[in-house]
Protein backbone atom coordinates (compact mmCIF):
# COMPACT_ATOMS: atom_id res chain seq x y z
CA UNK A 1 0.00 0.00 0.00
CA UNK A 2 0.77 2.97 -0.57
CA UNK A 3 2.06 5.47 2.03
CA UNK A 4 -0.04 8.99 1.19
CA UNK A 5 -1.97 10.34 -0.98
CA UNK A 6 1.07 12.59 -2.57
CA UNK A 7 2.73 9.23 -3.10
CA UNK A 8 -0.15 8.14 -5.64
CA UNK A 9 -0.74 11.30 -7.01
CA UNK A 10 3.21 11.25 -8.09
CA UNK A 11 2.64 7.53 -9.27
CA UNK A 12 -0.31 8.43 -11.39
CA UNK A 13 1.94 11.10 -12.87
CA UNK A 14 4.07 8.44 -13.72
CA UNK A 15 1.38 6.26 -15.39
CA UNK A 16 0.24 9.15 -17.23
CA UNK A 17 3.23 10.49 -18.76
CA UNK A 18 5.42 7.34 -19.53
CA UNK A 19 6.88 7.95 -22.67
CA UNK A 20 8.09 11.55 -21.58
CA UNK A 21 9.84 9.89 -18.17
CA UNK A 22 11.16 7.29 -20.67
CA UNK A 23 12.98 10.11 -23.42
CA UNK A 24 14.32 11.80 -20.29
CA UNK A 25 15.81 9.22 -18.64
CA UNK A 26 17.05 7.59 -21.77
CA UNK A 27 18.75 10.92 -23.38
CA UNK A 28 21.64 10.69 -20.34
CA UNK A 29 22.98 7.52 -22.47
CA UNK A 30 21.47 7.76 -26.05
CA UNK A 31 20.32 10.52 -28.07
CA UNK A 32 16.49 9.78 -29.14
CA UNK A 33 13.46 12.06 -29.97
CA UNK A 34 10.01 11.55 -28.70
CA UNK A 35 8.81 10.21 -31.65
CA UNK A 36 11.21 7.17 -31.47
CA UNK A 37 10.59 6.63 -28.37
CA UNK A 38 7.10 6.33 -29.42
CA UNK A 39 7.72 3.94 -31.78
CA UNK A 40 9.88 1.67 -29.75
CA UNK A 41 7.29 1.25 -26.80
CA UNK A 42 4.91 0.85 -29.23
CA UNK A 43 7.10 -2.15 -31.19
CA UNK A 44 7.01 -0.38 -34.44
CA UNK A 45 9.46 -1.66 -36.60
CA UNK A 46 11.68 1.16 -36.42
CA UNK A 47 15.10 -0.08 -38.28
CA UNK A 48 17.09 3.08 -38.62
CA UNK A 49 17.99 3.02 -34.96
CA UNK A 50 20.59 0.63 -34.07
CA UNK A 51 19.55 -2.34 -31.37
CA UNK A 52 21.12 -1.32 -28.56
CA UNK A 53 19.44 1.97 -28.61
CA UNK A 54 16.02 0.17 -28.72
CA UNK A 55 17.24 -2.37 -25.87
CA UNK A 56 18.23 0.61 -23.55
CA UNK A 57 15.27 2.32 -23.98
CA UNK A 58 12.83 -1.28 -23.54
CA UNK A 59 14.80 -1.56 -20.44
CA UNK A 60 13.94 2.07 -18.84
CA UNK A 61 10.25 1.41 -19.96
CA UNK A 62 10.78 -1.70 -17.33
CA UNK A 63 12.58 0.10 -14.60
CA UNK A 64 10.12 2.93 -14.25
CA UNK A 65 7.39 0.04 -14.35
CA UNK A 66 9.41 -1.32 -11.42
CA UNK A 67 8.94 1.91 -9.88
CA UNK A 68 5.36 1.84 -9.75
CA UNK A 69 4.60 -1.64 -8.48
CA UNK A 70 7.65 -1.09 -6.06
CA UNK A 71 7.49 2.19 -4.71
CA UNK A 72 7.09 0.84 -1.01
CA UNK A 73 10.26 -0.95 -1.11
CA UNK A 74 13.34 0.35 0.55
CA UNK A 75 15.29 2.70 -0.79
CA UNK A 76 18.61 0.21 -0.30
CA UNK A 77 21.07 -1.68 -1.95
CA UNK A 78 18.67 -4.16 -2.83
CA UNK A 79 16.14 -1.69 -5.03
CA UNK A 80 19.76 -0.37 -6.28
CA UNK A 81 21.07 -3.77 -7.63
CA UNK A 82 16.98 -3.88 -8.87
CA UNK A 83 17.40 -1.06 -10.67
CA UNK A 84 20.85 -1.71 -12.61
CA UNK A 85 19.87 -4.98 -13.05
CA UNK A 86 16.63 -4.35 -15.25
CA UNK A 87 18.69 -1.05 -16.82
CA UNK A 88 21.69 -3.33 -18.02
CA UNK A 89 19.18 -6.83 -19.14
CA UNK A 90 20.55 -7.82 -22.77
CA UNK A 91 23.25 -5.09 -22.65
CA UNK A 92 25.78 -5.91 -19.85
CA UNK A 93 27.57 -9.46 -18.82
CA UNK A 94 26.81 -8.98 -15.00
CA UNK A 95 23.84 -6.63 -14.43
CA UNK A 96 22.75 -5.78 -11.27
CA UNK A 97 26.19 -6.96 -9.21
CA UNK A 98 28.71 -4.97 -8.02
CA UNK A 99 31.38 -3.65 -9.42
CA UNK A 100 34.69 -5.71 -8.64
CA UNK A 101 37.44 -4.16 -10.95
CA UNK A 102 38.54 -0.99 -12.15
CA UNK A 103 36.91 1.87 -14.52
CA UNK A 104 37.92 4.91 -15.53
CA UNK A 105 35.26 7.74 -16.89
CA UNK A 106 36.37 9.58 -19.69
CA UNK A 107 36.38 13.65 -19.94
CA UNK A 108 37.81 13.38 -16.24
CA UNK A 109 40.96 12.45 -14.29
CA UNK A 110 39.14 11.19 -11.18
CA UNK A 111 39.04 7.60 -10.74
CA UNK A 112 36.13 5.55 -8.84
CA UNK A 113 37.41 3.60 -6.09
CA UNK A 114 38.93 0.28 -7.60
CA UNK A 115 35.73 -1.56 -6.17
CA UNK A 116 32.43 -1.83 -5.05
CA UNK A 117 32.14 -1.92 -1.08
CA UNK A 118 28.99 -2.18 0.57
CA UNK A 119 29.86 -0.80 3.89
CA UNK A 120 30.87 2.72 1.85
CA UNK A 121 27.57 2.00 0.03
CA UNK A 122 25.52 1.94 3.32
CA UNK A 123 27.37 4.90 4.33
CA UNK A 124 26.01 6.86 1.81
CA UNK A 125 22.34 5.47 2.17
CA UNK A 126 22.63 6.38 5.84
CA UNK A 127 23.86 10.20 5.10
CA UNK A 128 20.87 10.75 2.27
CA UNK A 129 18.82 9.32 4.72
CA UNK A 130 19.59 12.32 7.45
CA UNK A 131 19.62 15.14 5.28
CA UNK A 132 15.59 15.99 6.24
CA UNK A 133 14.89 18.05 2.82
CA UNK A 134 13.73 15.01 0.39
CA UNK A 135 14.77 17.11 -2.42
CA UNK A 136 18.80 17.89 -1.20
CA UNK A 137 18.50 14.23 -0.53
CA UNK A 138 17.09 13.20 -4.15
CA UNK A 139 20.26 15.47 -5.39
CA UNK A 140 22.74 13.66 -3.14
CA UNK A 141 21.60 10.18 -3.92
CA UNK A 142 21.42 10.78 -7.99
CA UNK A 143 25.04 12.46 -7.39
CA UNK A 144 26.70 10.31 -4.88
CA UNK A 145 25.53 6.75 -7.18
CA UNK A 146 27.05 8.32 -10.14
CA UNK A 147 30.19 9.57 -9.10
CA UNK A 148 30.70 5.99 -7.01
CA UNK A 149 30.09 4.03 -9.93
CA UNK A 150 29.15 0.95 -8.14
CA UNK A 151 28.60 -0.83 -10.57
CA UNK A 152 30.39 -2.01 -13.84
CA UNK A 153 27.39 0.31 -16.51
CA UNK A 154 24.40 1.93 -15.93
CA UNK A 155 25.49 4.21 -13.56
CA UNK A 156 23.51 7.07 -14.23
CA UNK A 157 20.54 5.60 -15.31
CA UNK A 158 20.06 3.92 -12.42
CA UNK A 159 21.11 6.73 -10.37
CA UNK A 160 18.18 8.64 -12.18
CA UNK A 161 15.56 5.72 -11.17
CA UNK A 162 16.56 5.48 -7.44
CA UNK A 163 16.28 9.13 -7.28
CA UNK A 164 13.10 9.06 -8.99
CA UNK A 165 12.08 6.30 -6.06
CA UNK A 166 13.35 8.48 -3.39
CA UNK A 167 11.79 11.37 -4.39
CA UNK A 168 8.14 9.94 -5.43
CA UNK A 169 8.09 8.13 -2.03
CA UNK A 170 8.84 11.40 -0.28
CA UNK A 171 5.36 12.41 -2.79
CA UNK A 172 7.29 15.69 -3.95
CA UNK A 173 7.52 14.84 -7.72
CA UNK A 174 9.63 13.49 -10.46
CA UNK A 175 13.08 13.56 -11.08
CA UNK A 176 13.77 14.29 -15.06
CA UNK A 177 17.15 16.14 -16.40
CA UNK A 178 16.51 18.01 -19.55
CA UNK A 179 17.74 16.26 -22.47
CA UNK A 180 18.62 19.80 -24.61
CA UNK A 181 21.13 20.42 -21.92
CA UNK A 182 22.24 16.54 -21.45
CA UNK A 183 25.27 17.29 -24.19
CA UNK A 184 26.76 20.15 -22.39
CA UNK A 185 26.21 21.83 -19.38
CA UNK A 186 24.96 18.97 -17.64
CA UNK A 187 28.08 16.93 -18.40
CA UNK A 188 29.94 20.27 -16.99
CA UNK A 189 28.42 20.38 -13.62
CA UNK A 190 28.82 16.24 -13.47
CA UNK A 191 32.98 16.45 -14.79
CA UNK A 192 32.99 18.77 -11.86
CA UNK A 193 31.30 17.41 -8.93
CA UNK A 194 33.45 14.04 -10.01
CA UNK A 195 36.74 15.96 -9.25
CA UNK A 196 35.93 17.99 -6.75
CA UNK A 197 33.42 16.30 -4.69
CA UNK A 198 32.07 19.85 -3.68
CA UNK A 199 28.43 18.54 -4.08
CA UNK A 200 26.23 21.91 -3.13
CA UNK A 201 26.64 23.63 -6.55
CA UNK A 202 25.99 20.80 -8.64
CA UNK A 203 22.89 20.01 -6.09
CA UNK A 204 21.75 23.69 -6.69
CA UNK A 205 21.73 22.63 -10.61
CA UNK A 206 19.63 19.72 -10.05
CA UNK A 207 16.95 21.56 -7.82
CA UNK A 208 16.94 23.90 -10.53
CA UNK A 209 16.48 21.90 -13.61
CA UNK A 210 15.42 18.20 -12.47
CA UNK A 211 12.85 18.34 -9.95
CA UNK A 212 9.70 18.04 -11.39
CA UNK A 213 7.27 19.57 -8.54
CA UNK A 214 3.63 17.93 -8.31
CA UNK A 215 2.55 21.25 -6.80
CA UNK A 216 2.75 22.87 -10.76
CA UNK A 217 2.17 20.02 -12.40
CA UNK A 218 5.28 18.16 -12.48
CA UNK A 219 7.49 21.25 -14.00
CA UNK A 220 10.59 22.09 -12.79
CA UNK A 221 11.30 25.60 -11.58
CA UNK A 222 13.57 25.96 -14.62
CA UNK A 223 10.30 25.07 -16.93
CA UNK A 224 8.35 27.13 -14.70
CA UNK A 225 10.52 29.73 -15.73
CA UNK A 226 10.81 29.46 -19.30
CA UNK A 227 14.63 28.52 -19.24
CA UNK A 228 13.75 24.69 -20.27
CA UNK A 229 11.57 22.98 -22.47
CA UNK A 230 8.48 22.15 -20.85
Known amino acids: ?????STRQCV???QDHMEYLVWCTANIEVHVTVCEIHEILNNANYCALPSRTITTVHNIHRAWQYLIDNIDQPVDWQTLCDYNSLIGQGLESNPGKARTGQVSISGTTYIPPAHTVLDDV???FELVRQELDPVKATCRLFAVTCRQQWFDNGNKRTAIMIANHWLIQHGVGVFTLPPERMGGEFTDWLLDYYETAQLNSFSRWLQYHAIGDMKYQGLTQAQQDGVDHS
Not at 1 to 5: Q, T
Open 1 to 5: MMSNE
Open 12 to 14: QYV
Open 122 to 124: FMQ
